[in-house]
């Protein structure tokens, strides 16, 4: 039986000019990234309860939810809401309560209780949480703290198996990679939370081991052809490895896909970011990665060839 793969994205003999577009991929990369920087300034991420604290109700009514009638029931109660909207389906309800240090949380849960039900008879509640404004503030930074860690462990741990040519690199693109992320998440009104956080530091696991892959075979190449322009070996190291880096994308895709569309509240916005992740994560190892390699590197990793112009 044969060892081929049943299925190829393209060619074995393919041989794409990536290099061709690098200023190109470059010049997108930087603009979309400043974009995405001037949406978090303003107007800025939708922060979930993790990180910005208050109490967070969630409801399902007995038939079509009236948000008309519940907000009037909860002024009637005097609970001054900061949202009541749906998710879910059309008989789900989140209800977002501001809240400090001395809010009695259990009391105020109580009357959001009493208040659905006086407005909506038969409507339950599925969970309530709650987060200290002290609590908040401490996970934002942990949170922010856990992002600059994995940045700086992978910027060591690439240039300790490569050369800092390559961590550079990586680490650059990896910091235009999440500022698209955050981006997305502005753009989308996803809530930042801690699960977010998780989406980030998977995308970043993610889009390194994509790199590592594309830079393992320049690191052959760079060994088995020693005359080659570095800008043909990076081309011809891409096209290389190709097609098992849009089989990995395609199959991370597929999987992650069920969970955006049938996930529910919980589950679908970590699985559209992840989406995002991937689709960002595979083109900027060739788009962006790749070329920061040739600029850093092609003087030093080919001293013994001259630069190709074209």
């Known amino acids: 039986m044969s060892g081929r793969p049943l299925l190829r994205f393209v060619r074995g003999d393919t041989h794409i000019n990536f290099m061709r577009g690098r200023f190109l991929g470059l010049a997108t990369s930087a603009i979309l990234s400043l974009a995405s920087l001037v ?3 303003h107007p800025g991420l939708t922060l979930g309860l993790d990180f910005k604290g ?6 399902r009514t007995d038939g079509p939810a009236d948000f008309g009638k519940i907000r009037g029931a909860l002024a009637a109660h005097h ?6 909207q749906a998710f879910g389906g059309n008989n789900d309800v989140l209800i977002r309560l501001g809240a400090d240090e001395n809010t009695n949380t259990n009391a105020v849960i109580d009357q959001v209780r009493h208040a659905i039900a006086e407005a909506q008879p038969g409507a339950t509640v599925l969970r309530a949480d709650a987060v200290g404004a002290s609590v908040s503030a401490e996970l934002l930074r942990n949170g922010l703290l856990a992002l600059g860690l994995s940045l700086v462990m992978i910027l060591a741990y690439i240039w300790f198996r490569f050369e800092w040519e ?3 690199s990586a680490v650059v693109t990896l910091v235009l990679d999440l500022t698209k992320t955050v981006g997305f998440l502005v753009l989308t009104h996803f809530e930042f939370d801690l699960v977010m956080v998780a989406a ?7 889009s390194t081991n994509d790199k590592v892959v594309v830079y393992d075979r320049v690191r052959e190449n760079l060994r088995r052809y020693r005359t080659m322009p570095l800008r043909e070996l990076i081309d011809l190291s891409i096209n290389e490895t190709l097609n098992r880096t849009l089989g990995t994308s395609t199959t991370v895709f597929l999987a992650a896909l069920p969970l955006a569309i049938f996930g529910g509240s919980s589950l679908s916005g970590f699985a559209w970011v992840m989406l995002f992740g991937i689709v960002v994560g595979t083109s900027s190892s060739i788009f962006i990665a790749a070329p920061l390699l040739l600029l850093l590197g092609e003087k030093r990793l080919r001293k013994d060839t001259k630069p190709v112009t074209r």
């Open 79 to 84: 609970i001054e809401a900061a949202g009541v």
């Open 200 to 206: 980030i530091l998977t995308i970043l696991g993610y």
């Open 166 to 168: 390559f961590a550079l």
């Open 54 to 59: 208050g109490i967070v109700v969630e409801a």
């Open 39 to 41: 949406l978090f300034f």
